[in-house]
């Protein structure tokens, strides 16, 4: 039998306990603060450039690293109340310290120390402490910007980038908050590291003025951008009994097409055109497909979609529910359609989209032997493994 | 004309009944499904490891190099395991020679295998944490094992490979493996909101994006986006705290030949 202290000590070795803890006391709140604060230093130094070089193999952690890692991996109650009264009445480096760490533990899997949740209370801070920040110092705007990407993206977090674009002296920095902001309503901006100067403005500059005039349209879904309009959902509703009958005239078409959309299969660009002609209304509903259609000569002309052509796709997404059409054609394959390569098709496209729920809400409206012969071939699949 | 009122009550609760049977049979058929996902990527692994080239590295690893393997590509088929042939040599698998010609124990996965199940933008948590402990096993073994994130990784995800990718990475220098050791290689990558994003500012990303006049490319980029709520920008959190989209490197390619390049380098003859 292990002496009491020996065990103990293994068990600290096993769970990998940091110092701060091992060593026998938990640290204060104060003591935390304090550690923040000198986090948010490493942080700005790093940022400014004044940080240890960087280097290895062997590589050794920095001391912005080093206070990262055992803070994350310290107990986390004194850490919470620290990060809380840190961002609520600390000085900026604090607060740099306390919302670096906040988003290390929020964004963690939780296998190596607890994640944390999100704290809803923070959204509204962050949006005050950007309004009253005077840009002097940019790792301080840096992080609280960067922070509220931790949260669903919101019409007024957009708002913000937006500002900070317009605000900032700096080109690199306008840039990166354009392409944060045109990136979270869902437009791709073509600029890449070989972009010429006057190219990349252009491209910034046309999205601003597209900004300005659209901006009263920007709107998001549980974090999804969707464009709304005066008339536009921003929930997609169910699928009609006249748009479940256009599905099952041709589900494996529907099955090609959304895997073809979606990385999950190669054809030629002329199979892809038919594709598209021939069933593309029924997975992306009438809108959608007329916009992708229309896409063609401009992708030709360009080489990529216009602003409005995104953010238009993005609201038939928004009008038309396309997973529960991919769901859908599912089922009819496995209910219809015994050729080999189709229901291979459709047991691909299970793996991929949907969920228990899903898909028992998209058969709900169909046949006992549609549902039975899509639970069939779910079976099917369990069975053979494939 | 309207039912009696109790004959109505219980066709709603047979209904009912018969509707929890049925959502009881998906729940099962999707847990069924993930497990044998987990299964088929510790499978691809345990292939890697036991690839004679990598058995001989393994005695002293100078990295590790993971492979996640995207559209059209199978890890069993792609000859990235010694000397099984591929139907498809691409670079990827080249690459995945030529670092194990440097001393790399490599891991190759199939995209579609570290999937979630009925979710296919993002990579499943417990694929990722498989494929994040094989990675720290050959980490910690030969001479420089055991000091905690002293040999280089190199991460390279292709199409729905770029989310697992990017998950990898994070999970990875979450575990206390220092982002400046992980070299991140995205071609083309398609990744759900909830992976696209590199938490430590020291992973050297590189990115390549397929561009040009290739309207299935672009215009079904944009489905996809539309569709499955997929992401092609990819951001890192700076020394700064700010979250900046990573520049990519442009090809004049169709998505489905961007696995014949180099991350790095030009697009090959």
């Keep these: 039998m292990y002496p009491m202290r020996l065990r103990f000590a293994w068990l600290l070795m096993v769970l990998q306990i940091p110092e701060v803890w091992a060593g026998g006391q938990v640290p204060t709140v104060t003591e935390t603060r304090a550690r923040l604060a000198e986090l948010g230093g490493f942080v700005i130094e790093e940022a400014e450039g004044r940080g240890p070089k960087a280097e290895g193999p062997p590589y050794v952690r920095t001391p912005r690293e080093e206070s990262l890692y055992q803070l994350a991996r310290a107990p986390r109650e004194p850490v919470r109340e620290a990060i809380d009264q840190g961002l609520k009445g600390g000085t900026k480096e604090e607060q740099i310290g306390a919302l670096t760490l906040y988003r290390w533990i929020v964004s963690s899997s939780g296998s190596y120390f607890p994640k944390e949740p999100l704290n809803p209370s923070y959204l509204p801070l962050l949006y005050d402490l950007l309004a009253r920040d005077d840009g002097s110092l940019a790792a301080y705007t840096g992080t609280l910007a960067g922070s509220l990407s931790l949260y669903p993206t919101s019409r007024e977090t957009i708002l913000v980038y937006m500002a900070l674009a317009e605000h900032t002296a700096d080109a690199k920095t306008r840039e990166d908050y354009l392409l944060l902001a045109s990136g979270e309503i869902g437009i791709d901006l073509p600029i890449y590291k070989q972009t010429p100067a006057l190219e990349r403005e252009k491209i910034l500059a046309d999205f601003e003025a597209w900004f300005a005039k659209n901006k009263n349209q920007i709107a998001f879904d549980e974090g999804r951008s969707v464009l709304a309009g005066s008339r536009i959902s921003t929930r997609p509703r169910v699928l009609t009994q006249a748009e479940r009958q256009r599905i099952r005239k041709d589900p494996a078409c529907v099955l090609e097409l959304l895997q073809v959309s979606t990385a999950g299969m190669q054809v030629t660009d002329a199979r892809a055109q038919t594709l598209l002609n021939q069933c593309g209304e029924a997975l992306f509903g009438a809108e959608g497909a007329k916009l992708l259609r229309s896409m063609k000569p401009e992708i030709e002309k360009s080489g990529t979609a216009t602003f409005d052509q995104q953010m238009g796709l993005a609201a038939a997404r928004a009008q038309y529910p396309m997973i529960d059409a991919g769901l859908l054609a599912v089922a009819y394959v496995a209910a219809d359609d015994p050729d080999p390569k189709h229901r291979e098709l459709a047991k691909k496209t299970l793996d991929d989209i949907g969920s228990p729920e899903d898909i028992t809400r998209v058969l709900k409206g169909e046949t006992k032997e549609v549902r039975k012969k899509a639970m069939a071939l779910a079976d099917e699949m369990n069975e053979t493994g494939g | ?269």
């Design chain 2, 1 to 269: 004309m309207r039912k009696l009122h109790g004959y109505t009550a219980m066709e709603d609760r047979h209904a009912a009944g018969i509707g929890l049977r049925e959502l009881s049979h998906w729940a099962n058929h999707y847990a069924a499904r993930q497990g044998s996902r987990n299964q088929e990527i510790a499978g691809q692994i345990q292939a890697s490891l036991t690839d004679p080239e990598n058995m001989s590295n393994m005695a002293n690893p100078r990295g590790v190099g993971v492979i996640i393997l995207g559209l059209n590509q199978d890890a069993a088929a792609e000859g990235v395991f010694g000397t099984s042939c591929s139907q498809d040599r691409t670079e990827l698998d080249d690459k995945a020679s030529a670092m194990q010609a440097k001393g790399f124990v490599t891991l190759t996965v199939n995209a579609d295998s570290l999937a979630q199940v009925g979710r296919f933008n993002e990579p499943s948590d417990s694929g990722v944490q498989i494929l994040a402990n094989a990675v720290l096993g050959v980490s910690a073994a030969g001479s420089m094992g055991g000091q905690g994130g002293s040999l280089p990784v190199e991460i390279t995800g292709f199409s729905r490979g770029g989310g697992g990718a990017v998950a990898l990475t994070n999970r990875l220098t979450e575990s206390g493996v220092l982002g400046r050791s992980i070299t991140l290689n995205l071609i083309d990558p398609y990744m759900g909101p909830s992976s696209n994003t590199v938490n430590d500012p020291g992973v050297h990303v590189s990115l390549s994006r397929s561009t040009g006049f290739h309207w299935q490319s672009v215009g079904l980029a944009v489905a996809a986006v539309g569709i499955a709520h997929f992401t092609r920008d990819v951001y890192q959190v700076g020394a700064g705290g700010g979250k900046t989209r990573v520049p990519a490197t442009p090809y004049d390619l169709p998505h489905s030949q961007m696995d014949n390049l180099w991350p790095f380098g030009a697009v090959m003859p």
